[in-house]
């Protein structure tokens, strides 16, 4: 039997695509990726596909429509009139161009037709700000901003829980710092809030020299925490390596408030409850402006079992600290809030999530199926396991608990089990630690030389394949963001102008 053959022509072509992916995968910078990314498009045909305006992914007439009178409009000159068009509606998914399919086609992008709108809707918002007071007035651009931003949303980035595992959120951060695509609001689990408070108590300028890829956790060189796990570190001694990793995270008096008027970030860490009937809490400036963002960091770091449950502690009004819902302990806040999506919804009106994920517990069960025009059928298989899992655990739960006070301590572990299990891991971008990438002694901060920097690099190279669907995502709704905070300072006298919360 004749065996098939691929003409000459796409033989090398298909070679020549997989040359190109090895050189992506070996480059050290974005720029280079980048261009290797749009040589591929080229390629493979990608590049003709986002040249091409029709597709049934979206509603590609909508959009050319409106996007060429809003361009009309601009290039008249038409404030009132660009002003009325606007009011009409500034959507990030207009006609499903937010869809995360479309920038799973082409490597560099998606549409360029999408591309174009999102720009122009920046570019009329930019407009509308700079009109004149006689054409239209300070109340009407206020009244507008407010109305499209909390029509529009705005997104959050999402940082899981992973011990050891944060130096990948290291490069994810660094990647979006570096190019100005940094969410305002922040949330942090355990892991995660460490990077959050990082985030919150840090400068733009600080930042960007290279932050995240330089910053090492010293004290989990010199106490190791297995050691702690194992009990081979007394009490005393593991409590005083524990601050003087804090120490290397956040200073002892500062607040969320005050954090928040360094940065003019929104920055939130999770934490659990350690009683079994309890909710988890949120904490920010908006919720508890008077906390320590050290005692939130230290109780989402608390891994039940392992570490004593935390107390929060806040700033009094007479500059004193003082506990916090003294009666209540908190543990690690990736139990029950690793990724608190609608919490964020409520306080800021996000609508949109960035998430990093490094969760030891569920990488190896999590596929980003939103790329896909279907699950599929491993992804399925996965979601069967977990619930067929999550059920056992419960009737395990529920036997234990009666089984005397060992029993009880058992159940209350596999309590903290099962709400993990409960959570939805998947955002709308999700930037995943690959299965390949993962290892088990890592999250206890085993590393060999040169396995942080690694890490870090897998971080900042799993975020540029999602850095234009994060561009396009963020574009407008940090534009509206900057405008309002700019309306606001406008809007006060001169001794109340600074950095004042904008989402309500």
């Not at 992914?57 to 409106?66: E, G, N, T």
């Not at 809030?193 to 995240?212: C, M």
Request: aromatic fraction near 8%; glycine fraction near 6%.
């Amino acid at each position: 039997m004749q065996s098939l053959s691929l003409p000459p022509v796409l033989s090398a072509s298909k070679s020549n695509l997989r040359q190109l992916e090895k050189r992506m995968d070996s480059v050290h910078n974005y720029d280079d990726w980048y261009a290797l990314a749009r040589e591929h498009d080229m390629l493979s045909g990608a590049e003709q596909w986002r040249d091409a305006e029709r597709s049934n992914l979206y509603d590609y007439a909508a959009i050319r429509s409106r996007h060429d009178k809003l361009k009309d409009l601009l290039n008249a000159g038409a404030h009132q009139e660009l002003l009325y068009a606007l009011n009409e509606g500034v959507h990030g998914n207009m006609g499903g161009m937010g869809r995360p399919i479309l920038y799973s086609r082409a490597k560099a992008g998606t549409k360029h037709l999408i591309d174009s709108y999102v720009a122009t809707i920046a570019q009329a918002l930019e407009f509308i700000h700079r009109s004149p007071e006689d054409i239209i007035s300070y109340p009407e651009k206020v009244d507008f901003f407010r109305r499209a931003s909390h029509c529009y949303g705005r997104s959050a980035l999402l940082l899981s829980g992973g011990a050891g595992l944060i130096y990948f959120h290291h490069g994810v951060v660094q990647e979006l710092i570096d190019h100005d695509l940094l969410p305002n609001v922040v949330s942090g689990a355990s892991a995660g809030s460490i990077v959050s408070a990082l985030l919150g108590t840090k400068t733009d300028a600080e930042l960007k020299q290279g932050f995240f890829t330089d910053k090492h956790y010293e004290e989990t060189k010199k106490t190791r925490l297995m050691d702690v796990f194992m009990g081979r570190v007394s009490d005393e001694d593991a409590k005083a390596a524990r601050e003087r990793t804090l120490d290397e995270i956040v200073p002892l008096d500062l607040t969320f408030q005050e954090a928040f008027e360094l940065t003019g970030r929104y920055i939130n860490i999770s934490i659990s409850p350690a009683e079994k009937h309890q909710s988890s809490r949120l904490m920010n400036a908006i919720t508890s402006p008077n906390v320590y963002i050290r005692s939130a960091v230290s109780a989402s770091s608390s891994i039940p079992g392992l570490m004593p449950s935390e107390r929060l502690y806040a700033k009094g009004f007479d500059g004193k600290p003082r506990p916090y819902l003294a009666r209540r302990r908190w543990v690690d806040g990736s139990v029950s809030g690793d990724l608190p999506a609608k919490r964020l919804s409520r306080i800021y009106g996000v609508n949109h999530f960035i998430v990093s994920l490094i969760n030891p517990m569920v990488v190896p069960f999590v596929e980003d199926v939103t790329t896909r025009h279907t699950k599929g059928f491993r992804h399925t298989l996965s979601e069967a396991f977990i619930k067929v899992l999550n059920e056992t655990l419960a009737n395990s739960e529920r036997f234990f608990d009666r089984r005397g006070e060992m029993g009880s301590r058992i159940a209350a572990q596999i309590a903290y089990t099962v709400r993990m299990l409960e959570q939805n891991y998947l955002g709308d971008i999700n930037i995943l630690l690959r299965k390949q990438d993962f290892k088990w002694r890592q999250t206890v901060f085993e590393f060999k030389e040169g396995e942080i920097e690694n890490l870090v690099d897998i971080g900042m190279r799993s975020t540029w394949p999602k850095l234009a669907q994060i561009k396009n995502a963020a574009l407008i709704s940090k534009t509206l963001d900057r405008i309002l905070e700019q309306l606001n300072r406008e809007g006060l006298s001169e001794p109340a102008k600074g950095i004042h919360h904008i989402y309500n």
